[in-house]
């Protein structure tokens, strides 16, 4: 099955500064790649997600980039602000009809320092 | 609240019980989810289901069982089978066929082996 790995697992970035995180993925087959927001005791929420046929998606402050050939794509959030301190996951899927089960890394702890 | 709700909040569980958590959507979404969360170890799938009367194993479904009578509903039944069950469940759902294929999750039951 698909392997999804984060790096790094905590980052710790000053206000206003950006934060990039990576993730690896396994099985080139995967289509869909979203990203995971979870603040601490509440649910996970997509952020943004991209298609394989795209390889850059931006909205406002965070953009996600993914390199197919490599088998990685990275969440980044620019002008960093406290309320993005949050653990972020990323995911993989087939993202077909039929076949949309997520596999997701173990998560990346951000730390915003005002 | 989201559209997909779980029940109860928290839950105790004796040793040798069964237990069952509720998930109910009211999005229309074809496919719904069971996820684990543990300290440092990310989603796991434990079961999901594509449509009604179907369901398949996720990576970790020993202990655990579901059904999907419903399209809104899919319950998670952990057995005693279970040797540790405190942790986290989160329920997902995603409407998939019109190639939509973000999860929106549920705010999550969290188990206690008491």
């Known amino acids: 099955g698909e392997n999804v790995e984060q790096h790094p697992s905590t980052l710790s970035v000053q206000e206003g500064d950006s934060a990039v995180i990576k993730c690896t993925y396994s099985?080139?087959?995967?289509?869909?790649f979203p990203w995971y927001k979870q603040e601490l005791g509440k649910r996970p929420q997509l952020i943004i997600d991209i298609r394989s046929n795209v390889g850059e998606k931006k909205d406002q402050r965070i953009a996600v980039t993914l390199n197919k050939t490599a088998k990685h794509f990275s969440l980044h959030i620019t002008e960093t602000q406290p309320e993005d301190s949050a653990v972020y996951f990323c995911a993989a899927s087939k993202g077909i009809w039929g076949n949309n089960r997520l596999a997701f890394g173990k998560g990346n702890q951000v730390v915003v320092i005002p | 609240d989201g559209g997909i709700t779980q029940s109860p909040k928290y839950l105790f569980r004796k040793e040798g019980q069964n237990v069952t958590l509720s998930c109910e959507q009211n999005?229309?979404?074809?496919?719904m989810y069971w996820y684990r969360q543990d300290p440092g170890q990310g989603l796991r799938l434990i079961y999901y289901?594509?449509?009604?009367?179907?369901?398949q194993k996720g990576d970790i479904a020993e202990g655990y069982s579901v059904s999907r009578e419903k399209k809104e509903s899919f319950p998670l039944t952990v057995t005693s089978a279970q040797k540790n069950p405190t942790a986290f469940y989160l329920c997902a759902s995603s409407l998939t066929r019109t190639g939509n294929y973000g999860y929106t999750f549920g705010s999550g039951t969290r188990l206690t082996v008491v």
């Open positions: 999005l229309n979404h074809d496919a």
């Open positions: 289901s594509q449509i009604v009367n179907d369901f």
């Open positions: 099985d080139s087959a995967s289509n869909y």
